[in-house]
């Protein structure tokens, strides 16, 4: 009896970086000098301003105690004055905004708040996994739909009302999206929230990548259309804008309902982030935005070292215009093999870790995701190994057959 697994474990797939992660472990532990795109990771640290605000927090002994669930008035108040600056939307702290333990806990959470075991949740397919596991675990059926912001979209988006039963409880959004760097307008906001607010969905966009943006005019926020706050809620992320993944600060912004509804889940889970954290975040907020100037220009230079390497090396990849990642098509060469086979084969012929597509959803496969993690130097030595490794992929190829075939 002890040994059935349990219900809500099952529905997971293993996590498909899992075998990479190990596969890069061994490579490590052997004394193999990996250069690693797998995670988006920043590698950089936290500007001093910040970490100062922290460590000067951190002194009180008030400041040690439980904290807000919901987030300190504070750093609410920042958000809110972070919206009006930047996309001239005005948000009340008090009821339309909440702070999350980082964008994955509140996307996580706010699925369970939202979902009775069965409801069917549209969500696209490449996605982040919390944005599907979130619902899977909290008991939906998820239909995937389209990234790419075209007709497509909106046609899979009628067929999933038309054959959907239950119709749809919510959609997610992604953009600019994580893992394929797409990129959306206003206009296609607009007439999401216009088909969802005919239709009684709610929207859940991630706006994580809102601020690493190159050769675009800044990412709109859905909150901007009129009428979205009836429908949608916003989640935001100060993990990558300051360089703070570690520090798990992130917000919901926009419906009421919604927020209300996170807010409440979360009094019961957990009592907010670490004060002196909070308090820094709000300082990060407030402040000088040249540090967040700064990040995007390393992002943009290593992109461009990246991406200009790589096609010297025959290997053309579509330069992204915004997020920390490119979304590469496995080279003709090795398409027959999948993301999962090509990822190892790069890892153990050029010591390069990169996330197998297929860790983002099935439609994901015929891609690998490279973060732009690494600085420019050791960015310049994977893609002289990569371009090694293309050169000889006929000999690399036999090796994977010989194994596959072994293995088989």
């Avoid at 939307?89 to 999350?100: F, K, L, N």
């Avoid at 709610?202 to 809102?210: K, P, R, T």
């Amino acid at each position: 009896m002890m040994d059935q697994e349990f219900h809500r474990i099952r529905r997971l797939p293993p996590y498909v970086f899992a075998e990479v992660n190990a596969m890069k472990a061994k490579a490590r532990a052997a004394g193999e000098d990996i250069i690693d795109f797998g995670m988006g990771n920043p590698d950089q640290p936290t500007p001093k301003h910040i970490v100062d605000k922290m460590i000067e927090t951190v002194q009180d002994g008030r400041t040690h105690r439980y904290s807000n669930s919901r987030g300190i008035p504070g750093l609410r108040k920042a958000l809110s004055a972070y919206y009006a600056r930047r996309w001239n939307v005005d948000i009340d702290p008090e009821t339309e905004a909440i702070v999350t333990l980082g964008s994955k806990e509140g996307l996580a959470n706010l699925a369970s708040a939202i979902t009775s075991p069965g409801d069917v949740i549209l969500v696209p397919n490449p996605s982040y996994p919390i944005h599907q596991f979130g619902f899977i675990i909290a008991g939906a059926a998820v239909r995937n739909i389209p990234v790419k912001a075209n007709e497509e979209f909106f046609e899979a988006l009628e067929r999933a009302v038309i054959h959907s039963v239950p119709k749809p409880t919510a959609v997610v959004l992604n953009y600019p999206n994580n893992p394929t760097a797409e990129l959306v307008d206003l206009d296609f906001y607009a007439r999401v929230v216009d088909f969802c607010r005919h239709h009684g969905i709610w929207i859940l966009s991630d706006l994580a990548y809102s601020e690493i943006y190159f050769d675009t005019t800044p990412p709109p926020s859905i909150l901007e259309v009129p009428g979205a706050r009836d429908i949608a809620v916003e989640f935001t992320s100060m993990s990558k804008t300051y360089n703070m993944p570690g520090w798990r600060i992130g917000f919901a912004a926009g419906n009421k309902k919604l927020i209300s509804a996170l807010t409440r889940i979360k009094s019961y889970l957990d009592y907010g982030a670490f004060t002196p954290i909070q308090v820094a975040s709000a300082a990060a907020l407030n402040g000088p935005q040249d540090c967040v100037d700064e990040i995007r220009a390393l992002y943009k230079e290593r992109r461009d070292v990246l991406i200009e390497g790589l096609a010297q090396a025959g290997w053309e990849v579509p330069s992204p215009a915004a997020t920390m990642f490119a979304w590469a098509p496995i080279p003709p060469a090795f398409a027959h093999l999948g993301s999962m086979e090509f990822s190892k084969m790069l890892l153990s012929e050029a010591q390069v870790a990169v996330a197998p597509g297929l860790g983002f959803g099935e439609h994901g496969d015929g891609f690998v995701r490279i973060g732009l993690v690494e600085n420019k130097h050791r960015t310049r030595q994977a893609v002289r190994s990569i371009k090694t490794f293309l050169g000889s992929y006929d000999k690399a190829l036999e090796e994977a057959e010989k194994r596959r075939a072994q293995a088989g």
